[in-house]
């Protein structure tokens, strides 16, 4: 009966950002610079950026972050012309940090990152043509890291990180059987995912005016160990779905930076990261049902994602002791092959333009805010649902941060 | 700096509204090389909107014709006219009956399951036997059932003066004199600009599902002689059009469905009918077996097992099967069975009738739609914007109940091959119909 190939549940974060995971609405500062950073010890956002770099943190500080991120989708499908729209909610992207020194002499540094390096929700319109591909994909997600850091010298300084994450995937899709009057049957799976990881870093100033860093964050893979899976089929139907339990895993890869800081002057800081993202961990999705029938068979979806760069060059301007402004963009080499793209990863090549303002009242309490826009348009032909068309998507975020120090 | 942020703050806000969403580019669709003003359809049961065994208004408007018609409107031509069921009709088989719908079904050893049942006593015969044409609005779909080649100039082929089986009763429909039309005079009528066309797979169809017992299939040259014929005069009038080939109808779940081997004996099944057929030289054995067949040809008593390659019709009696030994002790009849010569009869008749379309579409300078590749394709199974369909009866997703025609799905599928030939063939853009919005097969 009706195989049921249910798609995979990936990285809707990309809408939001470059190849999901390594996502940069972690700080507002970086943010407004392209999303590098890890070179510059600019805030407690460090302890996602470069865990070594907290070291060189002038303060003691405690960093709250949040990104309201507005993602539009239009699929127009090649041989129907027909349009699909998303009209997902906006995505809540959040950030905490503190970073905590005993004086200014410590050798060592300890910091806590709260982020969600996932989160957000695709949904399409009703009836739209990739329906039986995907209706709604929502994926929460949150990293807790406690961190520690070493300053060997007052040059450089090492740091690490433990990984928790934990979060939950619900993905919908339309199942092309059909009740008398007509409307199609469902599938809803769901459940909560855990995985653990590791992030480390170095940090070096070399010169007066130029720092390094290298950073390395593990993969994370995200083990879904007893979701649950709802089909809501015609009755003459529900023993060939039945309701059940399902296991399946999203490995969130693995990412390696090397970053360059450079002080062009007292006012104007440059910054460089070039992120190599191991996405080949993403070679297959599969989902294995408790209870198999002739309709409900394992999926095993090829994704073969590939390897891939990101460029991100940004700047930090000081106006005044108090007033900073910041510009960025970054180059983002999309992981999905031809082929492979789908509903909820219509992934491409992109340019992110990204700007930022900081404030520091007085001081120990400041603001930053920070602007990304990116549009994407991806035109392909899934090689597992033949879905062909044009993904086109623009995306909003802008984003403000409090933080206190001291 | 206020300033700025309140601006930014506006723009921020006008685009998570809006202002953000990316823009539909307008694709303007274009007719090409066609001039849509007069479009007319000709075919047989597929073109007609006939599935789930009977002829019925939701079969009709999704009928292969109205699909196209629907793309062809965006580019100028003007709703198809169809004979139509009333909406209130259950329908019509030409058997009396009502149509086919999923149902329950109680079988002879007590077994409930899910099956094809008839979606009322007794069909819609009144409404079947009125003729709907109307001269404000001539027919435009000539999707004819039963409608063969050779028949397109006879007159009076729709009238029912000439009594049972003398006649077509769907022609006689849609006949703008029942007495005096053909079907080539009423489509020349409507002096047709464009035209698809599928003709001879009814014919074929009629034939097979018969078990190509009664009747036969006309020459190839006479089907090459009809075929010409029309598409000449409609060519004449300077009508560009598609043309379709023949599909294997022998791959079609009417007949792929029950196995022939589908015989499964236990041990005492299998002793008894090896007391009867061991004489002479037939053995059977716990399993699947070949079912028996009548076959005059076979030795001194007429009867065979299946061997591999043979079909099983749709038609035969399950009960008989499974509570009276039908297909075992007594033999299936030639009716119910598709016999590996008369399998390459039919498929060698499709592939001179092929033949034939493929050179009449090139000689008229028309559009081929591969009908034989896409059903091909089809039964092997073909993933649709993430819909899985093949040839598995009910299940498979493509064609109706019947297990000869597609259901609205399928049809749109179809009508977009046509598309597609029209499209390449005169520089048109044509949108096809996305399929995801005609409907499979509806469970209870």
Known sequence: MYKLTII?????????????????????????????????????????????????????????GFTPTFANTLYT??????????????????????????????????????YTPFGS?????DEWIGRFALTRLQLKNIFIQPTMSFKMSDKVSIGAGFVYSTGSVNLQKDIPVQFSDGTYGSAELSGKAQGFGYNVGFYMNATEKISVGITYRSQVNMAVKDGKAEFTVPQSLASNFPNGSFTSSLPLPQVLTIAGGYKVNNQLALALDVNYVSWSAYDTLSFDYEQNTASLVDTRSAREYKNTFSFRLG???????????????????????????????????????????????????????SLLFTHLERTDRNLETNLEGTYKTNVLAPGISVYYQF | MRKGIKFSLIIVGACAMFACKPKVEDMESSAGDINTSKFVVIGGSDMAGMMDDGLYYDGQINSVAAILSTQFELVGASPIQQAMMPSSSVGYTIFGNAPLELGYKTDCLNVTGLSPVRSAQTGDGASFSMNTYSASAPITNFGIPLLSVAQLTTIGLGNPANGPGNYNPFFARMASNQATASVKSDILATQPTCFALSLGMDEVMLYAAGGAKNGGLISTAAFDLGLNDLVGSLTNLGAKGAIATIPDVTEFPYFTTIPYNGLNLDEE?????????????????????????????????????????????????????????????????????????????????????NDVIRATAVNNSLALVDAHTFYQTLNEGIVYNGVSMNATFVSGGAYSLDGRTLNPRGNALLANQFIAAFNAKYNATIWQANATKYRGIKFP
């Open chain 1, 121 to 125: 929700t695709v949904q399409y319109e």
């Open chain 1, 8 to 64: 995979a549940f990936i990285a809707t974060a990309f809408s939001a950002n470059a190849q999901g995971y390594q996502v940069n609405l972690q700080g507002q500062k970086q943010q407004g610079m392209g999303g590098a950073g890890a070179a510059l010890p600019l805030d407690a956002a460090a302890v996602f950026f470069n865990p070594a770099s907290i070291s060189f943190l002038k303060n003691s500080s405690i960093n709250l």
């Open chain 1, 77 to 114: 499908d090649k041989a129907s012309n027909e349009t699909g729209r998303t009209n997902s909610p906006m995505g809540t992207p959040f950030s905490a940090y503190g970073v905590y020194r005993k004086s200014e002499e410590s050798m060592f540094y300890f910091g806590l990152g709260v």
């Open chain 2, 269 to 353: 099944n299998a002793a008894t009918l090896n007391s009867i057929y061991n004489p002479i030289g037939i053995y059977f054995h716990v399993g699947a077996n070949a079912f028996m067949i009548e076959d005059p040809t076979a030795g001194s008593f007429g009867v065979r097992q299946m061997v591999p390659g043979e079909k099983i019709l749709l038609s035969v009696p399950l009960d008989s099967v499974k509570c009276n030994k039908m297909g075992s002790v007594f033999p299936f009849r030639d009716e119910f069975v598709l016999e590996l010569s008369e399998i390459t009869e039919i498929q060698n008749q499709i592939a001179g009738y």
């Open chain 1, 315 to 369: 700047g930090e301007y000081k106006i005044t002791e108090q007033l900073q402004a910041r510009l960025g963009f970054a180059y983002c080499l999309t992981p999905v092959q031809d082929g492979y793209v789908t509903p909820e990863t219509p992934d491409a090549n992109r340019i992110n333009y990204t700007l930022g303002l900081g404030y520091l009242f007085g001081e120990h309490f400041g603001v930053d805010a």
